[in-house]
């Protein structure tokens, strides 16, 4: 079980970053200051500091736990499976239940749009997750070459922003797994 003190910080982290998509959401990345954040969190400079190297830190922070647990989903999937239906199944297990999560990713998307450095940030950040997933399928089926294995993850990557766009875009009531699984099968209607 947690201590309290690692739970106080957990909380706090994540009001430092909802109240910073918040602000970047309304008043854009770059007219937003540290100070401002933390103020909005109620925690002061320093604790933000202490979290957060920068302003853009805060923006990713959540991301790389989701990749870290999609690749151990598809590290799970039957050896069997091809590895882009593995990728399919596992994107679609780890969107599912994520409903919840809709307006902070909704604050998200609208911050990261608000910036051409976030913007920049984010495009090397999804280098971050290719070179993940492509860690994952090295690691699944390990005859893959590199080259391979990164195409594939990119590929996959790509699904899924079209997918999560097209849910954020789309009424509330949709299961971004859903969309997950019919990019994916689209793809495979595409190229047969």
Known sequence: MPSARTLSTARSREAVIDAALELFARKGFDSTTA?????????????FFRYFETKES????????FMRSFAAAYLEQPVATSDFR????????????????R????????????????LGHEH???????TTIRAAILGRRPGVSDDDARMLASVALALFQRALRKWLAGPSAAELADH???????????VP
């Open 58 to 65: 805060v923006v990713f922070y959540r991301d790389y736990g």
């Open 86 to 101: 593995a990728l399919r199944a596992a994107m679609v297990v780890q969107a599912q239940g994520v409903a919840g999560l």
């Open 180 to 190: 997950i699984g019919d990019e994916f099968d689209r793809l495979t209607r595409l």
């Open 35 to 47: 100070e401002e954040i933390a103020a909005k969190a109620g925690v002061s400079p320093r604790t």
């Open 124 to 130: 090397r950040h999804f280098e971050d997750h290719a």
């Open 103 to 118: 307006s902070r990713m909704e604050t998200y998307r609208a911050a990261v749009d608000s910036s051409a450095v976030l």
